[in-house]
């Protein structure tokens, strides 16, 4: 019963450690920004030209840009570097479990995204007049936190395949296509082919970004919490096994 | 042409050192496959709900992607090994030092030595999505077209070349400074026609950070034909880039004072 409070205290521990050691690469983080919203905001130039009297796609946009920001995951820098100089074996004699830190890490280089960012989404919303149904924002809020909880699995996912090749760069980059391009980024995903919606629907990329930024903007595309929560446990239990397979064969490359 | 020699045979370790890991070619190639289709299925769904976007048409976006893509397979070959993250490797590892004793030119050494091989799969790529975006056209490129188009493309490379050695020079005053992140971000804006976007940003993307003349210009020479103006504003600007490009590296290493001392 002391196990998850030990757990919560000790996460809020590493957020903390991790949000001061990232205030002093401010200049990186904002680099970071810039990345993160490029692609939403090449999505919206592109669909305003295509739906110029539409101020729901603008809407859309600015929900997507906060939703990017407040759920980017970097695993592929933060986690797998550590398999590939070794120090991962640290983390793995330390009397917690490895996660936690990546959790950490990744909550505060998040936390930061949004501050730092914070100010290109109010500027786009000022720019395109732009206004939020307030109570639509806040039934955004649960799908917002399972979506951060998917792209966090996601990603994680991917990363775990350092353990087998030195290309987890290319791998997590492949990802993030898939999610740029059924996700919600690229286009939204009601305007998507009859066929390509259908299947993007049933994927879990929608509810990484689209689903809670078109909850926000009032936009009602479909998708739910319970689509959403199934992708988490089905995540959640690859991510299991691919860690323990993965930690097998480390070790077995160190001994 | 001792340089040419020397990045020929950069090239060839290169070559040799890429093919040698078949996991690491494999997700090379699938990442180059992937990049591209996902740009042009972004595209592609755009036109299930327009017959134009800003005036481009389907086959004439397919043009453009094309050129932004073989521009980008020759940056990411011949460019990226060098530069990328140089305020690291080149300037807080040291790596310069080694440069600066060799016989040859340090910015060559810097900025060209090393190749990426295998990156060329996406000016091959390239070619073919040009060549589908030219036969989908309504009519053919006419011969000046062909010819300005090769010019501005040898422009919009050396452009190219001369804005990552300028970011790689800024570490020279300021070494924690780190704009990769940003300059590839950037980058992805070339992708699109500079008519897509807002009026600040399409004039930024012209006159300020060229990314204009990566795709777009050259891409309208190709399909409307050559302008004597673009033409030598496109020329003009590749030379004064590279100009500046190289007094700024100058002007870098007489503040250098190594990595070791």
Redesign the interface.
């Known amino acids: 019963m002391r196990t998850l409070p030990r757990t919560g205290a000790l996460l809020g521990f590493r957020l903390r450690q991790d949000v001061l050691e990232w205030s002093g690469a401010w200049?990186?983080l904002l680099?970071?920004v810039?990345?993160a919203v490029?692609?939403p905001l090449?999505g919206l130039?592109?669909?305003s030209?295509?739906y110029p009297d539409d101020p729901a796609i603008g809407r859309y946009y600015v929900a997507v840009i906060l939703v990017t920001l407040m759920t980017e995951s970097f695993e592929q820098h933060t986690f797998s570097e550590r398999i590939y100089d070794g120090t991962l074996s640290h983390e793995l004699l330390r009397p917690q479990p490895v996660v936690l830190g990546v959790i950490g890490t990744n909550l505060a280089v998040r936390a930061w995204l949004t501050l730092l960012g914070a100010p290109i989404v109010l500027l786009t919303a000022l720019a395109l007049r732009v206004g939020f149904d307030w109570w639509a924002v806040l039934r955004a809020v649960p799908y917002l936190v399972l979506a951060a909880a998917l792209v966090f699995l996601w990603t994680f996912l991917l990363s775990l395949t350092a353990f087998w090749?030195?290309?987890v760069h290319?791998?997590v980059?492949?990802g993030g296509?898939?999610m740029?391009?059924l996700g919600g980024t690229?286009?939204p995903i009601g305007?998507?082919?009859d066929g390509?919606r259908r299947v993007a629907e049933v994927l879990p990329f929608y509810g990484m970004n689209g689903l809670p930024a078109s909850v926000a903007a009032g936009t009602g595309a479909g998708g739910s919490l319970g689509y959403q929560l199934v992708w988490v446990v089905v995540l959640v239990g690859v991510v299991v096994v691919l860690w323990r397979a993965g930690v097998r064969r480390y070790t077995a490359v160190g001994s | 042409m001792k340089l040419l020699r020397l990045l020929g045979a950069g090239f060839s370790m290169s070559l040799r050192r890429s093919v040698a890991f078949r996991i690491n070619l494999f997700f090379d190639v699938l990442l180059a496959f992937t990049g591209l289709g996902t740009a042009i299925a972004a595209v592609l769904i755009v036109f299930t709900r327009a017959d134009t976007l800003a005036g481009w048409s389907m086959a004439q976006f397919l043009v453009l992607i094309g050129t932004y893509q073989l521009i980008t397979g020759l940056r990411s070959a011949f460019i990226d090994p060098n530069l990328s993250w140089f305020p690291e490797t080149g300037i807080r590892n040291g790596k310069l030092d080694g440069y600066l004793l060799q016989p040859a030119s340090s910015l060559f050494l810097s900025s060209l030595s090393l190749s990426s091989p295998l990156q060329l799969i996406q000016f091959v790529l390239g070619i073919g999505v040009l060549g589908w975006g030219i036969a989908a056209a309504d009519r053919s490129p006419s011969v000046g077209g062909v010819a300005s188009w090769l010019l501005l493309v040898v422009a919009g490379v050396v452009v190219t070349w001369a804005l990552s050695v300028l970011l790689a020079c800024l570490a020279f005053w300021a070494p924690k400074l780190q704009l990769d992140v940003f300059y590839h971000s950037a980058w992805q804006l070339g992708r699109y026609p500079t008519d897509v976007f807002a009026r600040p940003l399409r004039i930024l993307l012209t006159y300020v950070f060229p990314m204009a003349l990566i795709a777009s210009i050259p891409s309208t020479a190709l399909l409307r034909g050559p302008r004597l103006g673009v033409l030598v504003a496109g020329v003009a600007a590749s030379g004064g880039a590279a100009g500046l490009a190289v007094l700024t590296w100058r002007a870098g290493l007489r503040r250098y004072t190594g990595a070791t001392s």
């Open positions: 200049w990186f680099t970071l810039v990345q490029v692609a090449i130039f592109v669909w030209a295509v090749t030195d290309r290319a791998v980059g492949f296509q898939v740029f391009l690229a286009a305007v998507l082919p390509w």
